[in-house]
């Protein structure tokens, strides 16, 4: 059976990548003959693709202008149609309204994996949204199946689109994100996509507010386009020597400090679902998070790391974590736990191959 797999980009680091990555080697692992769909790609930064059959868009000649999103999903909506002929079923982890169009020229099977609904993001008058979402409506019940990649969206897509959806929690690879007891004592990490819409300086913000002789690190992704935003965060950090920045880091260092971090920070409470903080548990750091989003699905309040709704309950549950080493100890096993009974990659090729063996009778 013929499966393709279409991700935008594999040209820059971050989760979405890496979820798509973990679709296909799923697919790999489940004996299905590939092809991977994209508009860019990097080898150097995913050298899996280097074995796979990759039939890709080219470059974009608006990339990093105003109009570059709109020329992309035009090159991914030709580029798909163009070559549906060529698999049976096509996993779509964006660009989800080519499924429309997909099947006017094929009858393949479409499935979604839903990372970020584009109603989340619609800011248009009401009038304007009201007609948009009759047709993004119509766009995404093209698909023969959709999943979810947490409650959170799964609720989204029912409420907006009156679309159902299976939930599908992206997987961890707990054998490359593996457990560490040897923990720097005053290391306070957070890795996310930096991005100004993030406010990953926030972060920075708080932790000059936490009392003690400990250390923040901010590691994460950048994209050229941001590099303006990037210094902005260096400025800030070169203010207080307890703080660093890592700018796109590999997956060994980024696992490295998952390993090495008494606690783990996140404040991003729109996000989906918010893989770092399930890797970073994985690695057996627990997590103080703001509520809200994917993440109140990954961790367990009091339980695998803490849940807070404030500036201050995240520096007092903080300080409580690094004051309470016994405690945060226990809480690292817990997480540990936590990712290998619900977010781990066995369970993630175990749920696709019933999606494909029942969903579609193949």
């Known amino acids: 059976m013929r499966i393709g797999v279409y991700w935008r980009s594999f040209a820059t680091l971050g989760g979405g990548p890496r979820v798509a990555m973990s679709i296909i ?32 868009a080219g470059k974009n000649p608006l990339k990093d202008k105003p109009l570059a999103k709109i020329a992309d999903a035009v090159n991914a909506t030709l580029l798909l149609a163009k070559n549906i002929h060529d698999v049976d079923g096509l ?39 009201k007609t948009s979402k009759k047709i993004e409506k119509r766009l995404y019940r093209s698909a023969d199946y959709v999943l979810s990649n947490s409650k959170l ?37 957070s890795v996310c996509r930096l991005h100004p819409k993030k406010k990953s300086e926030l972060m920075i913000k708080f932790f000059k507010e936490l009392n003690g002789d400990y250390r923040f690190i901010l590691a994460g992704a950048i994209e050229k386009e941001y590099e303006q935003y990037g210094k ?60 809200g989003g994917g993440v109140n699905e990954i961790v367990v309040n009091n339980e695998t790391g803490f849940l807070v709704c404030s500036k201050k309950e995240s520096l007092e549950r903080t300080n409580f974590l690094l004051n309470n080493r016994d405690i945060c100890h226990r809480m690292g096993i817990a997480a540990r736990k936590r990712v290998e009974d619900v977010f781990s990659l066995d369970t993630f090729v175990k749920k696709i191959e019933t999606v494909l063996d029942n969903g579609f009778g193949w």
């Open 91 to 129: 996993f779509l982890t964006g660009m989800y309204f080519a499924a429309r169009f997909i099947k006017i020229v094929s009858d393949a099977k479409i499935i979604l994996y839903v990372h970020a609904p584009v109603c989340i993001d619609w800011t248009l008058n009401p009038t304007l949204r």
């Open 232 to 291: 902005q965060l260096k400025r800030m950090a070169s203010l207080d020597k307890r703080v660093s920045i890592l700018f796109n880091p590999s997956d060994d260092e980024i696992r490295k400090l998952y390993q090495k971090a008494t606690v783990f920070w996140y404040i991003y409470p729109k996000e989906e679902f918010g893989l770092p903080v399930a890797e970073a548990m994985s690695c057996g750091t627990p997590a103080v998070a703001l509520q």
């Open 153 to 189: 969206t799964r609720n989204t897509l029912k409420e907006h689109l009156e679309l159902d959806s299976e939930v599908l929690y992206p997987p961890i690879e707990t054998d490359f994100f593996t457990y560490s007891e040897k923990k720097d004592d005053d290391l306070i990490l």
């Open 25 to 56: 080697d799923s697919l790999d692992k489940l004996g299905y003959e590939l092809t991977v769909f994209t508009n860019e790609y990097d080898t150097k930064l995913y050298p899996t693709l280097l074995n796979k059959r990759i039939v890709c």
